[in-house]
T-cell receptor, first 109, second 115 residues
Framework: GQNIDQPTEMTATEGAIVQINCTYQTSGFNGLFWYQQHAGEAPTFLSYNVLDGLEEKGRFSSFLSRSKGYSYLLLKELQMKDSASYLCAVMDSNYQLIWGAGTKLIIKP | SAVISQKPSRDICQRGTSLTIQCQVDSQVTMMFWYRQQPGQSLTLIATANQGSEATYESGFVIDKFPISRPNLTFSTLTVSNMSPEDSSIYLC????????????FGPGTRLLVL
């Protein structure tokens, strides 16, 4: 079966760095997405990785290792507004998105 | 990207009734998707709606319960039929803008509570 694993919840301190991991087992691979979802709002697109390596976009970076079925989202200089759920999703060989359950990130002052 | 609106933003409905949710996009898009997200859960794809063809439903979802229309490239509706409390959820429309096959953009969601 297809499976996306990410931690249920993480806590970090304002100004610090946090890494949210995602491991996946899917039938084929056509890219991995990270979305941010604030409570009561729709998910918003953060990043897309299809090749191995690190993609940096401001305070957020996303890493992919296809051989290991592994990705992480790195958030630097954490701000209170970064408190949200972070969803990992993989596009399989049928170009269908397989969604993880999301990681709830709590930022403390 | 694309700007997506949904109506209604929220509703409270009685068991056995039906609700139609509208999704409007500010540009023409080939692929539109309908998702359900129950509290504290991730997204579950209900169906994919392409203009000019029947919607494709995922396992566990059927057309009689969730009929979908896609009359043009900027609009779609999802109807939740014969509702029960188990249908209480957030329903999200998303689009994959034409010409960029991968990224999906989401509407604000419709929060449905069935009593």
């Amino acid at each position: 079966g297809q499976n996306i694993d990410q931690p249920t919840e993480m806590t970090a301190t304002e100004g610090a760095i946090v890494q949210i991991n995602c491991t996946y087992q899917t039938s084929g691979f056509n890219g991995l997405f990270w979305y941010q979802q604030h409570a009561g709002e729709a998910p918003t697109f953060l990043s897309y990785n299809v090749l191995d390596g690190l993609e940096e976009k401001g305070r957020f970076s996303s890493f992919l290792s296809r051989s290991k079925g592994y990705s992480y989202l790195l958030l630097k200089e954490l701000q209170m507004k970064d408190s949200a759920s972070y969803l990992c999703a993989v596009m399989d060989s049928n170009y269908q998105l397989i969604w993880g359950a999301g990681t709830k990130l709590i930022i403390k002052p | 990207s694309a700007v997506i609106s949904q109506k209604p933003s929220r509703d409270i409905c009685q068991r056995g009734t039906s609700l139609t949710i509208q999704c409007q996009v500010d540009s023409q898009v080939t692929m539109m998707f309908w998702y359900r997200q129950q509290p504290g859960q991730s997204l579950t794809l209900i169906a994919t709606a392409n203009q000019g063809s029947e919607a494709t439903y995922e396992s566990g979802f059927v057309i009689d319960k969730f009929p979908i229309s896609r009359p043009n490239l900027t609009f779609s509706t999802l109807t939740v039929s014969n509702m029960s409390p188990e249908d209480s959820s957030i329903y999200l429309c998303s689009v994959e803008p034409s010409g960029y096959q991968e990224t999906q953009y989401f509407g604000p969601g419709t929060r449905l509570l069935v009593l």
